[in-house]
C-alpha cells in the first residue's frame, strides 16, 4: 500500500484562512521529508523540508511540523492567498542511497 | 538559466513504438531522476542515476530504460510502448543524492499518450 499518503485529496479554504496539509507515513526508518507544490501544467516545487531530529521548521508563511510518534507530518500555510491554490506533495527518503518517493497529493483550492 | 529541459513536451505513440524522452541539465548537478504522474498517484519514480555513469531503479522501471548520457543528460527510453504507459513524465535533477538534500529541479513535464 501507499507509505506517504496524504489524508485528504482536495482542500477548500477562503482568503486569509490558514491551511493546514497533512500526510501519513509509515516507514519509521525514513529520516528527511519534503514538501513540494504543483501548479497546473508544471514541475513540482521544493517547498521546505525537516530532517528527523527535528520537530517543526518554519520557512515564509510556510511551517512543517513532523511527528514521529504517529508518522505525521504536516504543513501549515499562514494567511493563504489564491496564488497558493496548486497541489501539495508530501515526500519521503525511506532509505539512504535511493531516491525521494512521493505521495499522491493534496489539491488545495483557495477561494476569494 | 534553463533549469531542466525535457523534450518532447508532448508525443503520441502507438502501441509497440518506441521512443526517447530527453532531459538535460544546466545547473551542473550530479543526479537526475526520472518520475512519471498519473492522475491519483502522484509521483512514481521510474529510474534515478546519482552519479555520472550509474543508474538505478526506482518504484516502476518495468518498460523502461534509461541512459545517463554525461553529467548534463539523462534519457528514458520506452523500448515498446503500452497504453499503460500514458502518462506525464518529469525529468529532475539536485545536486546532491536526494537524501542529503529534497531540493529536486523538475522540468516542465512530457504528456507521453500510447494509443
Known amino acids: 500500500g501507499e507509505s506517504v499518503g496524504l489524508h485528504l485529496p482536495t482542500l477548500s479554504v477562503q482568503e486569509g484562512d490558514n491551511s493546514i496539509i497533512n500526510c501519513a507515513y509509515s516507514?519509521?526508518?525514513?529520516?528527511?521529508f519534503i514538501w513540494y507544490k504543483q501548479e497546473s501544467g508544471k514541475g513540482p516545487q521544493f517547498i521546505i523540508d525537516?530532517?528527523?531530529?527535528?520537530d517543526k521548521r518554519q520557512g515564509q508563511r510556510v511551517t512543517v511540523l513532523l511527528n514521529k510518534t504517529v508518522k505525521h507530518l504536516s504543513l501549515q500555510i499562514a494567511a493563504t492567498q489564491p496564488g497558493d491554490s496548486a497541489v501539495y506533495f508530501c515526500a519521503e527518503n525511506r532509505q539512504a542511497g535511493t531516491a525521494l518517493i512521493f505521495g499522491k497529493g493534496t489539491t488545495l483550492s483557495v477561494s476569494s | 538559466n534553463a533549469g531542466v529541459t525535457q523534450t518532447p513536451k508532448f508525443q503520441v505513440l502507438k502501441t509497440g513504438q518506441s521512443m526517447t524522452l530527453q532531459c538535460a541539465q544546466d545547473?551542473?548537478?550530479?543526479?537526475m531522476y526520472w518520475y512519471r504522474q498519473d492522475p491519483g498517484m502522484g509521483l512514481r519514480l521510474i529510474y534515478y542515476?546519482?552519479?555520472?555513469?550509474?543508474?538505478d531503479k526506482g518504484e516502476v522501471p518495468n518498460g523502461y530504460n534509461v541512459s545517463r548520457l554525461n553529467k548534463r543528460e539523462f534519457s528514458l527510453r520506452l523500448e515498446s510502448a503500452a497504453p499503460s504507459q500514458t502518462s506525464v513524465y518529469f525529468c529532475a535533477s539536485s545536486h546532491h543524492r536526494a537524501e542529503n538534500t529534497g531540493e529536486l529541479f523538475f522540468g516542465e513535464g512530457s504528456r507521453l499518450t500510447v494509443l
Open positions: 542515476s546519482a552519479s555520472e555513469g550509474t543508474t
Open positions: 545547473m551542473n548537478h550530479n543526479s
Open positions: 525537516i530532517r528527523s531530529n527535528m
Open positions: 516507514n519509521s526508518a525514513s529520516d528527511y
